[in-house]
Nanobody, 124 residues
Framework: QVQLVESGGGWVQAGGSLRLSCTIS????????MGWFRQAPGKERKFVAG????????DYADSVKGRFTCSRDNAKITVYLQMNSLKAEDTAVYYC?????????????????WGQGTQVTVSS
């Protein structure tokens, strides 16, 4: 059974940066496209970024384009989300997700496994 564990969340002032990491166990990392989603209190879970198996194809939500960068290191079995120029509206629980196929998608229901989430709080 595939398990994902996120880390790197925390508190930061607006304009600051954080880097989230997500490692996978119980599966072959290179077989999975990976996605990042976030969920703010009282709101639905939303797509943030996705990366293909090879790392060559990436997609971002419009709200984070130019500020967030998703990358993966298949040798380290880790996917990253570098978040720069953070805003108060980026405050949410961030989840990584794995999809047993080539490409990531923006739809949460397409993913096969999820991490437990990590809290990101941006203070304005």
């Amino acid at each position: 059974q595939v398990q994902l564990v996120e880390s790197g969340g925390g508190w930061v002032q607006a304009g600051g940066s954080l880097r989230l990491s997500c490692t996978i166990s119980g599966g072959t990392f290179g077989n999975y496209a990976m996605g990042w989603f976030r969920q703010a209190p009282g709101k639905e879970r939303k797509f943030v970024a996705g990366i293909s198996r090879s790392g060559g194809i990436k997609d971002y939500a419009d709200s984070v384009k130019g500020r967030f960068t998703c990358s993966r290191d298949n040798a380290k079995i880790t996917v990253y989300l570098q978040m720069n120029s953070l805003k108060a509206e980026d405050t949410a629980v961030y989840y990584c997700a794995a999809r047993f196929t080539w490409l990531a998608t923006t739809t949460a229901g397409d993913y096969d496994a999820w991490g437990q989430g990590t809290q990101v709080t941006v203070s304005s």
